[in-house]
Protein backbone atom coordinates (compact mmCIF):
# COMPACT_ATOMS: atom_id res chain seq x y z
CA UNK A 1 0.00 0.00 0.00
CA UNK A 2 1.70 -0.78 -3.34
CA UNK A 3 5.00 1.82 -3.12
CA UNK A 4 8.15 6.20 1.17
CA UNK A 5 8.30 9.70 2.54
CA UNK A 6 11.26 11.02 3.47
CA UNK A 7 13.08 8.22 2.94
CA UNK A 8 14.64 6.85 6.45
CA UNK A 9 16.44 3.97 6.60
CA UNK A 10 14.54 0.94 8.27
CA UNK A 11 15.78 -0.08 11.09
CA UNK A 12 15.41 -3.85 12.36
CA UNK A 13 12.73 -4.07 15.02
CA UNK A 14 13.28 -3.93 18.50
CA UNK A 15 16.04 -6.52 18.07
CA UNK A 16 18.91 -4.11 16.79
CA UNK A 17 18.79 -0.68 17.43
CA UNK A 18 16.79 1.45 15.52
CA UNK A 19 17.82 3.68 12.53
CA UNK A 20 17.92 7.07 12.45
CA UNK A 21 13.92 8.74 10.96
CA UNK A 22 15.78 9.41 7.90
CA UNK A 23 17.00 5.57 7.66
CA UNK A 24 13.81 4.57 8.90
CA UNK A 25 11.94 6.34 5.94
CA UNK A 26 13.96 4.55 3.19
CA UNK A 27 12.97 1.23 5.05
CA UNK A 28 9.28 2.14 5.02
CA UNK A 29 9.32 2.41 1.18
CA UNK A 30 9.89 -1.52 1.82
CA UNK A 31 7.11 -1.78 4.02
CA UNK A 32 4.36 0.19 2.05
CA UNK A 33 5.00 -2.43 -0.85
CA UNK A 34 4.53 -4.98 1.84
CA UNK A 35 1.41 -2.90 3.24
CA UNK A 36 -0.26 -2.69 -0.24
CA UNK A 37 -1.26 -5.66 -0.87
CA UNK A 38 -1.57 -6.60 3.26
CA UNK A 39 -1.03 -5.16 6.58
CA UNK A 40 2.19 -3.27 6.60
CA UNK A 41 5.58 -4.27 4.41
CA UNK A 42 8.43 -3.93 6.14
CA UNK A 43 11.70 -2.95 4.20
CA UNK A 44 15.51 -3.19 5.68
CA UNK A 45 17.46 -0.47 6.90
CA UNK A 46 18.99 1.84 4.69
CA UNK A 47 22.02 4.40 5.30
CA UNK A 48 20.77 7.43 6.47
CA UNK A 49 19.71 9.32 2.82
CA UNK A 50 21.34 12.90 2.03
CA UNK A 51 19.01 16.02 3.18
CA UNK A 52 16.48 15.35 1.00
CA UNK A 53 15.72 11.90 1.96
CA UNK A 54 15.66 8.50 0.17
CA UNK A 55 12.98 9.05 -1.64
CA UNK A 56 12.72 5.26 -2.84
CA UNK A 57 14.18 2.71 -0.83
CA UNK A 58 14.51 -0.17 -2.22
CA UNK A 59 17.95 -1.34 -0.23
CA UNK A 60 15.80 -1.76 2.61
CA UNK A 61 13.90 -5.07 3.77
CA UNK A 62 10.97 -2.69 3.59
CA UNK A 63 11.54 -2.40 -0.05
CA UNK A 64 8.28 -1.96 -1.93
CA UNK A 65 6.63 -1.95 2.18
CA UNK A 66 6.22 1.67 2.37
CA UNK A 67 4.17 4.05 0.99
CA UNK A 68 3.72 1.56 -1.84
CA UNK A 69 1.57 -1.07 -1.55
CA UNK A 70 1.69 -4.86 -1.28
CA UNK A 71 1.09 -7.12 -4.22
CA UNK A 72 -1.59 -8.96 -3.18
CA UNK A 73 -4.92 -8.86 -2.18
CA UNK A 74 -5.64 -7.08 0.79
CA UNK A 75 -3.55 -6.35 3.33
CA UNK A 76 -0.13 -5.56 4.49
CA UNK A 77 2.17 -8.28 3.42
CA UNK A 78 2.68 -8.69 -0.39
CA UNK A 79 2.97 -12.49 -1.11
CA UNK A 80 3.49 -13.92 -4.03
CA UNK A 81 5.07 -17.92 -3.11
CA UNK A 82 6.48 -20.38 -5.25
CA UNK A 83 3.82 -22.40 -4.56
CA UNK A 84 1.00 -20.01 -6.34
CA UNK A 85 -0.36 -19.16 -2.69
CA UNK A 86 -0.74 -15.46 -2.35
CA UNK A 87 -1.22 -13.70 0.62
CA UNK A 88 -3.39 -11.16 2.14
CA UNK A 89 -7.52 -11.20 1.72
CA UNK A 90 -8.17 -10.79 -2.15
CA UNK A 91 -10.97 -8.40 -2.88
CA UNK A 92 -12.43 -9.24 -5.76
CA UNK A 93 -15.10 -7.23 -7.25
CA UNK A 94 -18.45 -8.79 -5.27
CA UNK A 95 -20.48 -10.35 -7.55
CA UNK A 96 -24.55 -10.24 -7.44
CA UNK A 97 -26.02 -12.97 -5.94
CA UNK A 98 -22.54 -14.32 -4.23
CA UNK A 99 -23.73 -13.28 -0.38
CA UNK A 100 -26.62 -14.95 1.76
CA UNK A 101 -29.52 -12.49 1.56
CA UNK A 102 -28.36 -11.14 -1.73
CA UNK A 103 -30.54 -10.86 -5.17
CA UNK A 104 -29.78 -14.44 -6.95
CA UNK A 105 -29.13 -14.75 -10.74
CA UNK A 106 -28.12 -17.33 -12.67
CA UNK A 107 -24.10 -17.95 -12.91
CA UNK A 108 -23.30 -16.60 -16.17
CA UNK A 109 -25.05 -13.33 -14.93
CA UNK A 110 -22.90 -13.55 -12.17
CA UNK A 111 -19.83 -14.29 -14.42
CA UNK A 112 -20.79 -11.60 -16.63
CA UNK A 113 -20.92 -8.81 -14.24
CA UNK A 114 -17.54 -10.02 -12.84
CA UNK A 115 -14.19 -9.97 -14.61
CA UNK A 116 -15.62 -11.24 -17.46
CA UNK A 117 -17.97 -8.41 -18.72
CA UNK A 118 -16.60 -7.30 -21.90
CA UNK A 119 -17.21 -3.50 -23.02
CA UNK A 120 -17.06 -2.16 -26.88
CA UNK A 121 -14.07 -1.96 -29.06
CA UNK A 122 -14.91 1.83 -29.51
CA UNK A 123 -15.36 2.62 -26.01
CA UNK A 124 -12.11 1.02 -24.80
CA UNK A 125 -10.79 2.75 -27.96
CA UNK A 126 -11.82 6.23 -26.65
CA UNK A 127 -10.29 5.29 -23.13
CA UNK A 128 -6.74 4.76 -25.23
CA UNK A 129 -7.29 7.83 -26.94
CA UNK A 130 -7.89 9.63 -23.66
CA UNK A 131 -5.30 8.39 -21.30
CA UNK A 132 -2.56 8.42 -24.23
CA UNK A 133 -3.14 12.16 -24.33
CA UNK A 134 -3.29 13.27 -21.13
CA UNK A 135 -0.12 11.05 -20.21
CA UNK A 136 1.72 13.42 -22.92
CA UNK A 137 0.08 16.49 -21.83
CA UNK A 138 1.42 16.09 -18.49
CA UNK A 139 4.77 15.11 -19.67
CA UNK A 140 5.05 17.90 -21.59
CA UNK A 141 4.15 20.01 -18.33
CA UNK A 142 7.36 18.28 -16.22
CA UNK A 143 9.35 18.20 -19.49
CA UNK A 144 8.74 22.41 -19.53
CA UNK A 145 9.19 22.54 -15.98
CA UNK A 146 11.89 20.73 -15.51
CA UNK A 147 13.95 23.10 -17.97
CA UNK A 148 13.07 26.00 -16.67
CA UNK A 149 14.27 24.35 -12.98
CA UNK A 150 17.32 23.60 -14.12
CA UNK A 151 19.29 26.29 -13.07
CA UNK A 152 17.64 27.03 -9.67
CA UNK A 153 19.22 26.73 -6.84
CA UNK A 154 17.22 24.27 -4.71
CA UNK A 155 17.99 22.18 -7.43
CA UNK A 156 21.76 22.70 -7.37
CA UNK A 157 22.82 19.36 -5.14
CA UNK A 158 20.46 17.01 -6.66
CA UNK A 159 20.49 18.18 -10.46
CA UNK A 160 24.36 18.04 -11.52
CA UNK A 161 25.68 16.90 -14.94
CA UNK A 162 24.73 14.19 -16.69
CA UNK A 163 26.15 12.17 -20.02
CA UNK A 164 27.93 13.87 -21.62
CA UNK A 165 26.91 12.80 -24.93
CA UNK A 166 23.12 14.03 -24.21
CA UNK A 167 24.48 17.31 -22.67
CA UNK A 168 22.11 17.94 -20.09
CA UNK A 169 22.22 17.76 -16.34
CA UNK A 170 20.44 14.73 -14.61
CA UNK A 171 18.47 14.51 -11.53
CA UNK A 172 20.35 12.66 -9.26
CA UNK A 173 18.02 13.37 -6.35
CA UNK A 174 17.59 9.75 -5.36
CA UNK A 175 20.20 8.10 -3.11
CA UNK A 176 19.63 4.52 -3.37
CA UNK A 177 19.28 4.85 -7.17
CA UNK A 178 22.59 6.60 -7.54
CA UNK A 179 24.53 4.45 -5.09
CA UNK A 180 23.70 1.16 -6.33
CA UNK A 181 24.00 1.94 -10.12
CA UNK A 182 26.50 4.70 -9.93
CA UNK A 183 28.92 4.96 -7.08
CA UNK A 184 28.80 1.28 -6.02
CA UNK A 185 28.03 -0.45 -9.03
CA UNK A 186 31.26 -2.22 -10.11
CA UNK A 187 31.63 -3.43 -5.75
CA UNK A 188 27.86 -5.33 -6.62
CA UNK A 189 28.80 -6.54 -10.26
CA UNK A 190 32.15 -7.83 -8.56
CA UNK A 191 30.26 -9.55 -5.89
CA UNK A 192 27.65 -11.07 -7.73
CA UNK A 193 29.87 -11.96 -10.67
CA UNK A 194 32.00 -13.55 -7.92
CA UNK A 195 29.22 -15.56 -6.44
CA UNK A 196 28.12 -16.96 -9.78
CA UNK A 197 31.50 -17.58 -11.23
CA UNK A 198 32.23 -19.57 -7.82
CA UNK A 199 28.84 -20.78 -6.59
CA UNK A 200 29.43 -24.22 -8.00
CA UNK A 201 32.75 -24.63 -6.49
CA UNK A 202 31.59 -23.76 -2.55
CA UNK A 203 29.50 -26.11 -0.62
CA UNK A 204 27.21 -23.55 0.38
CA UNK A 205 27.61 -25.24 3.98
CA UNK A 206 29.27 -22.00 5.35
CA UNK A 207 28.26 -18.42 4.52
CA UNK A 208 29.42 -16.31 1.57
CA UNK A 209 32.44 -13.59 2.70
CA UNK A 210 35.42 -11.81 1.18
CA UNK A 211 33.30 -10.63 -2.09
CA UNK A 212 32.51 -7.25 -1.25
CA UNK A 213 34.65 -4.81 0.17
CA UNK A 214 34.54 -0.95 -0.31
CA UNK A 215 34.71 2.25 1.41
CA UNK A 216 32.56 3.12 5.16
CA UNK A 217 29.68 4.72 3.56
CA UNK A 218 29.38 0.87 1.40
CA UNK A 219 29.72 -1.08 4.58
CA UNK A 220 27.52 1.18 6.97
CA UNK A 221 24.72 0.22 3.94
CA UNK A 222 25.28 -3.04 3.73
CA UNK A 223 25.34 -3.77 7.55
CA UNK A 224 21.86 -1.96 7.59
CA UNK A 225 20.63 -3.76 5.16
CA UNK A 226 21.70 -6.95 5.83
CA UNK A 227 20.91 -6.85 9.74
CA UNK A 228 17.73 -5.75 8.90
CA UNK A 229 16.61 -8.25 6.49
CA UNK A 230 18.95 -11.17 9.21
CA UNK A 231 15.78 -10.07 11.57
CA UNK A 232 13.37 -11.60 9.02
CA UNK A 233 15.13 -14.97 8.04
CA UNK A 234 15.86 -15.48 11.90
CA UNK A 235 12.23 -15.38 12.31
CA UNK A 236 10.98 -17.44 10.01
CA UNK A 237 13.82 -19.87 10.63
CA UNK A 238 12.74 -19.91 14.20
CA UNK A 239 8.84 -20.18 13.72
CA UNK A 240 9.73 -22.90 10.82
CA UNK A 241 11.52 -25.19 13.07
CA UNK A 242 9.28 -24.55 16.29
CA UNK A 243 5.76 -25.45 13.77
CA UNK A 244 8.12 -28.59 12.41
CA UNK A 245 9.99 -30.06 15.00
CA UNK A 246 10.32 -33.33 12.92
CA UNK A 247 12.30 -32.12 10.63
CA UNK A 248 15.59 -31.26 12.83
CA UNK A 249 16.61 -28.01 11.25
CA UNK A 250 20.78 -27.24 12.00
CA UNK A 251 22.44 -24.85 12.46
CA UNK A 252 24.07 -24.96 9.01
CA UNK A 253 20.58 -24.38 7.72
CA UNK A 254 20.27 -21.27 8.99
CA UNK A 255 23.49 -20.36 7.86
CA UNK A 256 23.10 -21.41 4.28
CA UNK A 257 19.71 -19.20 4.83
CA UNK A 258 20.69 -16.56 6.00
CA UNK A 259 23.68 -15.53 4.13
CA UNK A 260 22.94 -16.20 0.72
CA UNK A 261 24.92 -13.59 -0.96
CA UNK A 262 22.48 -12.31 -3.22
CA UNK A 263 19.93 -12.10 -0.90
CA UNK A 264 21.50 -10.93 2.32
CA UNK A 265 22.15 -7.51 1.25
CA UNK A 266 19.74 -6.95 -0.99
CA UNK A 267 16.59 -9.27 -0.86
CA UNK A 268 14.02 -10.38 -1.30
CA UNK A 269 13.26 -12.01 1.24
CA UNK A 270 11.97 -15.85 0.76
CA UNK A 271 10.60 -17.33 3.91
CA UNK A 272 12.67 -20.76 5.03
CA UNK A 273 10.56 -23.39 4.02
CA UNK A 274 10.49 -22.58 0.55
CA UNK A 275 14.65 -21.79 0.47
CA UNK A 276 14.99 -25.05 2.52
CA UNK A 277 12.93 -26.94 0.15
CA UNK A 278 14.86 -25.43 -3.36
CA UNK A 279 18.19 -25.64 -2.09
CA UNK A 280 17.47 -29.59 -1.06
CA UNK A 281 16.91 -30.51 -4.39
CA UNK A 282 19.11 -33.33 -5.08
CA UNK A 283 19.51 -33.12 -9.14
CA UNK A 284 17.51 -29.74 -9.55
CA UNK A 285 16.45 -29.50 -13.83
CA UNK A 286 16.06 -26.67 -15.59
CA UNK A 287 12.27 -26.60 -17.64
CA UNK A 288 12.79 -25.83 -21.12
CA UNK A 289 13.82 -21.90 -21.87
CA UNK A 290 14.98 -21.15 -18.47
CA UNK A 291 18.50 -20.35 -19.49
CA UNK A 292 16.68 -17.58 -22.67
CA UNK A 293 14.02 -16.29 -20.31
CA UNK A 294 17.20 -15.90 -17.45
CA UNK A 295 19.16 -14.04 -19.90
CA UNK A 296 16.31 -11.97 -21.18
CA UNK A 297 15.77 -10.60 -17.58
CA UNK A 298 19.20 -10.02 -17.30
CA UNK A 299 19.16 -7.75 -20.78
CA UNK A 300 15.54 -6.12 -20.01
CA UNK A 301 17.43 -5.09 -16.49
CA UNK A 302 20.31 -3.38 -17.95
CA UNK A 303 18.14 -1.50 -20.71
CA UNK A 304 15.64 -0.31 -17.81
CA UNK A 305 18.47 1.01 -16.08
CA UNK A 306 20.02 2.76 -18.80
CA UNK A 307 16.30 4.39 -19.78
CA UNK A 308 15.65 5.56 -16.65
CA UNK A 309 19.25 7.24 -16.24
CA UNK A 310 17.85 8.82 -19.91
CA UNK A 311 14.51 10.02 -18.47
CA UNK A 312 16.43 11.57 -15.78
CA UNK A 313 18.24 13.97 -18.16
CA UNK A 314 14.93 15.16 -18.75
CA UNK A 315 12.28 14.88 -16.02
CA UNK A 316 13.28 16.05 -12.41
CA UNK A 317 10.52 13.96 -11.03
CA UNK A 318 12.52 13.73 -7.49
CA UNK A 319 13.93 17.15 -7.32
CA UNK A 320 10.70 18.95 -8.20
CA UNK A 321 9.06 18.07 -5.00
CA UNK A 322 11.74 19.42 -2.65
CA UNK A 323 11.50 22.92 -3.72
CA UNK A 324 7.16 23.44 -2.55
CA UNK A 325 7.16 27.16 -4.21
CA UNK A 326 8.31 25.82 -7.31
CA UNK A 327 5.89 22.83 -7.60
CA UNK A 328 3.00 25.10 -6.54
CA UNK A 329 3.68 26.96 -10.18
CA UNK A 330 3.11 23.67 -11.99
CA UNK A 331 -0.10 23.02 -14.15
CA UNK A 332 -2.63 21.04 -12.10
CA UNK A 333 -1.91 18.42 -15.00
CA UNK A 334 2.18 18.69 -14.34
CA UNK A 335 1.35 18.27 -10.71
CA UNK A 336 -0.88 15.17 -10.70
CA UNK A 337 1.72 13.97 -13.53
CA UNK A 338 4.62 13.93 -10.92
CA UNK A 339 2.77 12.85 -8.13
CA UNK A 340 1.54 9.52 -10.28
CA UNK A 341 5.27 9.80 -11.85
CA UNK A 342 6.73 9.28 -8.72
CA UNK A 343 5.26 6.14 -7.54
CA UNK A 344 6.10 4.61 -11.03
CA UNK A 345 9.84 5.30 -10.46
CA UNK A 346 9.64 3.62 -7.07
CA UNK A 347 7.65 0.44 -8.85
CA UNK A 348 10.61 0.80 -11.81
CA UNK A 349 13.61 0.53 -8.89
CA UNK A 350 12.30 -1.84 -6.88
CA UNK A 351 11.92 -4.03 -10.35
CA UNK A 352 15.09 -3.58 -11.12
CA UNK A 353 17.03 -4.27 -8.36
CA UNK A 354 14.71 -7.53 -7.91
CA UNK A 355 15.30 -8.46 -11.53
CA UNK A 356 19.28 -8.36 -10.86
CA UNK A 357 19.08 -10.22 -8.34
CA UNK A 358 16.82 -13.26 -8.84
CA UNK A 359 18.56 -13.95 -12.43
CA UNK A 360 21.42 -14.69 -10.19
CA UNK A 361 19.08 -16.53 -7.73
CA UNK A 362 17.43 -18.07 -10.55
CA UNK A 363 20.92 -19.44 -12.06
CA UNK A 364 21.60 -21.05 -8.57
CA UNK A 365 18.19 -23.11 -9.40
CA UNK A 366 16.13 -20.89 -6.92
CA UNK A 367 12.23 -19.42 -7.93
CA UNK A 368 12.69 -16.06 -5.64
CA UNK A 369 9.61 -14.11 -5.46
CA UNK A 370 8.34 -12.48 -8.19
CA UNK A 371 8.78 -8.68 -9.34
CA UNK A 372 6.27 -6.25 -7.78
CA UNK A 373 3.31 -5.56 -9.87
CA UNK A 374 2.89 -2.37 -11.83
CA UNK A 375 1.82 0.76 -9.97
CA UNK A 376 -0.64 1.55 -13.00
CA UNK A 377 -2.38 -1.82 -12.52
CA UNK A 378 -3.49 -0.64 -9.06
CA UNK A 379 -6.49 0.09 -8.20
CA UNK A 380 -7.45 -1.90 -5.15
CA UNK A 381 -5.46 -1.24 -1.93
CA UNK A 382 -5.65 -5.48 -1.11
CA UNK A 383 -3.71 -5.84 -4.37
CA UNK A 384 -0.89 -2.67 -4.03
CA UNK A 385 2.60 -4.20 -3.31
CA UNK A 386 6.30 -3.54 -3.98
CA UNK A 387 8.21 -6.39 -2.43
CA UNK A 388 6.65 -9.75 -2.77
CA UNK A 389 9.32 -11.41 -0.72
CA UNK A 390 8.33 -8.93 2.83
CA UNK A 391 4.28 -9.54 1.69
CA UNK A 392 5.04 -13.48 1.94
CA UNK A 393 6.47 -13.21 4.97
CA UNK A 394 4.47 -10.86 6.34
CA UNK A 395 1.24 -12.86 5.21
CA UNK A 396 2.55 -15.95 6.37
CA UNK A 397 3.65 -15.49 9.94
CA UNK A 398 1.31 -12.46 10.84
CA UNK A 399 -1.80 -11.24 8.58
CA UNK A 400 -3.16 -15.03 7.53
CA UNK A 401 -2.63 -16.44 10.93
CA UNK A 402 -4.61 -13.69 12.36
CA UNK A 403 -7.17 -12.87 9.56
CA UNK A 404 -8.25 -16.19 8.78
CA UNK A 405 -10.32 -16.09 5.14
CA UNK A 406 -9.82 -12.92 5.83
CA UNK A 407 -13.80 -12.30 5.23
CA UNK A 408 -14.98 -11.14 8.66
CA UNK A 409 -14.62 -7.29 9.78
CA UNK A 410 -13.17 -7.71 13.29
CA UNK A 411 -10.71 -10.24 12.62
CA UNK A 412 -9.56 -8.36 9.54
CA UNK A 413 -8.94 -4.99 11.58
CA UNK A 414 -6.84 -7.46 14.00
CA UNK A 415 -4.60 -8.76 10.83
CA UNK A 416 -3.97 -5.35 9.54
CA UNK A 417 -3.22 -3.93 12.51
CA UNK A 418 -0.84 -6.21 13.58
CA UNK A 419 0.91 -6.70 10.26
CA UNK A 420 1.57 -2.80 10.27
CA UNK A 421 2.36 -2.49 13.99
CA UNK A 422 5.17 -5.08 13.04
CA UNK A 423 6.41 -2.98 10.15
CA UNK A 424 5.79 -0.13 11.84
CA UNK A 425 9.15 -1.73 13.93
CA UNK A 426 10.93 -3.00 11.99
CA UNK A 427 10.88 0.13 9.29
CA UNK A 428 11.48 2.21 12.65
CA UNK A 429 9.11 3.96 14.29
CA UNK A 430 8.58 7.75 13.53
CA UNK A 431 5.88 10.17 12.78
CA UNK A 432 5.89 9.51 8.82
CA UNK A 433 5.84 5.57 9.25
CA UNK A 434 3.07 5.92 11.82
CA UNK A 435 1.10 8.14 9.63
CA UNK A 436 1.95 5.61 6.92
CA UNK A 437 1.14 2.64 8.59
CA UNK A 438 -2.03 4.39 9.80
CA UNK A 439 -3.58 5.47 5.92
CA UNK A 440 -2.55 2.08 4.63
CA UNK A 441 -4.28 0.07 7.41
CA UNK A 442 -7.23 2.60 6.95
CA UNK A 443 -7.53 1.80 3.68
CA UNK A 444 -7.24 -1.71 3.66
CA UNK A 445 -9.57 -2.03 5.98
CA UNK A 446 -11.91 0.66 4.61
CA UNK A 447 -12.02 -1.76 1.60
CA UNK A 448 -13.80 -4.26 3.39
CA UNK A 449 -16.12 -2.75 4.60
CA UNK A 450 -17.10 -1.30 1.53
CA UNK A 451 -17.72 -4.45 -0.01
CA UNK A 452 -19.68 -5.77 2.95
CA UNK A 453 -21.48 -2.30 2.22
CA UNK A 454 -21.53 -3.46 -1.59
CA UNK A 455 -22.84 -6.71 -0.74
CA UNK A 456 -25.86 -5.76 1.40
CA UNK A 457 -29.48 -6.49 -0.29
CA UNK A 458 -30.80 -3.41 -1.22
CA UNK A 459 -26.93 -2.31 -2.79
CA UNK A 460 -26.84 -5.40 -4.42
CA UNK A 461 -30.24 -5.17 -5.94
CA UNK A 462 -29.59 -2.07 -7.40
CA UNK A 463 -26.59 -3.71 -9.11
CA UNK A 464 -28.41 -6.12 -10.09
CA UNK A 465 -30.72 -3.87 -11.87
CA UNK A 466 -27.91 -2.64 -13.96
CA UNK A 467 -26.45 -4.22 -17.13
CA UNK A 468 -23.57 -5.60 -16.80
CA UNK A 469 -21.53 -3.66 -18.67
CA UNK A 470 -23.30 -0.31 -16.44
CA UNK A 471 -22.13 -2.31 -13.50
CA UNK A 472 -18.37 -2.43 -14.80
CA UNK A 473 -18.34 1.13 -15.58
CA UNK A 474 -19.73 2.32 -12.01
CA UNK A 475 -16.62 -0.05 -10.26
CA UNK A 476 -14.12 1.60 -12.50
CA UNK A 477 -15.40 4.72 -11.23
CA UNK A 478 -15.16 3.61 -7.66
CA UNK A 479 -11.50 2.00 -8.60
CA UNK A 480 -10.29 5.31 -9.96
CA UNK A 481 -11.45 7.17 -6.31
CA UNK A 482 -9.71 4.15 -4.90
CA UNK A 483 -6.30 4.38 -7.01
CA UNK A 484 -5.59 7.68 -6.06
CA UNK A 485 -5.73 7.03 -2.23
CA UNK A 486 -3.27 4.67 -3.06
CA UNK A 487 -1.03 7.13 -4.53
CA UNK A 488 -1.98 10.00 -1.78
CA UNK A 489 -1.28 7.61 1.06
CA UNK A 490 1.87 6.46 -0.62
CA UNK A 491 3.15 9.82 -1.36
CA UNK A 492 3.59 10.34 2.17
CA UNK A 493 6.58 8.25 2.27
CA UNK A 494 7.86 8.26 -0.83
CA UNK A 495 8.34 12.57 -0.99
CA UNK A 496 7.00 14.35 1.85
CA UNK A 497 4.01 15.29 4.01
CA UNK A 498 4.30 19.05 2.78
CA UNK A 499 4.41 17.53 -1.09
CA UNK A 500 1.44 15.47 -0.75
CA UNK A 501 -0.64 17.98 0.93
CA UNK A 502 0.31 20.29 -1.69
CA UNK A 503 -0.84 17.79 -4.36
CA UNK A 504 -4.20 16.96 -2.49
CA UNK A 505 -5.31 20.98 -1.79
CA UNK A 506 -4.51 21.72 -5.71
CA UNK A 507 -6.19 18.69 -6.88
CA UNK A 508 -9.04 18.20 -4.68
CA UNK A 509 -9.77 22.05 -3.11
CA UNK A 510 -8.88 25.03 -5.63
CA UNK A 511 -8.92 22.73 -8.41
CA UNK A 512 -12.44 21.71 -8.06
CA UNK A 513 -14.56 20.88 -9.85
CA UNK A 514 -12.93 21.10 -12.86
CA UNK A 515 -9.24 19.62 -12.12
CA UNK A 516 -11.06 16.56 -9.86
CA UNK A 517 -13.12 15.65 -12.43
CA UNK A 518 -10.67 15.75 -15.54
CA UNK A 519 -8.32 13.66 -13.46
CA UNK A 520 -10.84 11.28 -11.91
CA UNK A 521 -12.15 10.91 -15.59
CA UNK A 522 -8.51 9.87 -17.05
CA UNK A 523 -7.87 7.79 -14.03
CA UNK A 524 -11.60 6.18 -14.84
CA UNK A 525 -10.39 5.30 -18.33
CA UNK A 526 -7.28 3.72 -17.22
CA UNK A 527 -9.01 1.67 -14.52
CA UNK A 528 -11.12 0.64 -17.54
CA UNK A 529 -8.12 -0.55 -19.73
CA UNK A 530 -6.34 -2.31 -16.93
CA UNK A 531 -9.59 -4.51 -16.15
CA UNK A 532 -10.10 -5.15 -19.94
CA UNK A 533 -6.52 -6.91 -19.61
CA UNK A 534 -7.38 -8.40 -16.43
CA UNK A 535 -9.95 -9.72 -18.52
CA UNK A 536 -8.21 -10.68 -21.26
CA UNK A 537 -5.72 -12.98 -19.02
CA UNK A 538 -8.88 -14.57 -17.48
CA UNK A 539 -10.23 -15.54 -20.57
CA UNK A 540 -6.93 -17.08 -21.73
CA UNK A 541 -6.53 -19.06 -18.41
CA UNK A 542 -10.11 -20.46 -18.49
CA UNK A 543 -9.40 -21.46 -22.34
CA UNK A 544 -5.86 -22.99 -21.27
CA UNK A 545 -7.42 -24.98 -18.27
CA UNK A 546 -10.36 -26.21 -20.56
CA UNK A 547 -7.53 -28.18 -22.81
CA UNK A 548 -5.67 -29.58 -19.97
CA UNK A 549 -9.17 -31.25 -18.53
CA UNK A 550 -9.14 -34.71 -19.26
CA UNK A 551 -12.12 -35.36 -21.91
Keep these: MPLATPSPTLAPPTILPAAPCGQQLC ?20 PPPPSSCCHHSPLIALRGWGPQGWTHPTVAPEPSWSDGHKVGRRTPEPEVGSVPG ?16 ALPAA ?16 GRGLLEASQD ?23 VADFEWVMWFTSFRNVIIFALSGHVLFAKLCTMVAPQSGFVTGTFDLQE ?71 WRIRAQAGLSVVAVMAVDIF ?4 YILTIPSDLKFANRLPDSALAGLAYSNLVYDWVKAAVLFGVVNTVARLDHLDPPQPPKCITALYVFAETHFDRGINDWLCKYVYDHIGGEHSEVIPELGATVATFAITTLWLGPCDIVYLWSFLNCFGLNFELWVQKLAESGPLAQIEASLSEQMSRRVRALFGAMNFWAIIMYNLVSLNSLEFTELVARRLLLTGFPQTTLAILFVTYCGVQLV ?21
Excluded at 27 to 46: D, E, I, K, V, Y
Excluded at 104 to 117: D, L, P, Y
Aim: hydrophobic share 35%; proline share 6%; glycine share 8%.
Design 149 to 171: GAHRKAFRESVRPGWEYIGRKMD
Design 221 to 291: VLFHGGSGFTVLRCTSFALESCAHPDRRYSLADLLKYNFYLPFFFFGPIMTFDRFHTQMSQVEPVRREGEL
Design 312 to 315: FHFF
Design 27 to 46: SARLCSTLLSSAPGRPPPPC
Design 531 to 551: KERERTLALEEEQKQDKEKPE
Design 123 to 138: ELGLYSLVLSGALAYA
Design 102 to 117: SLTTSSSTIQAMGIKT
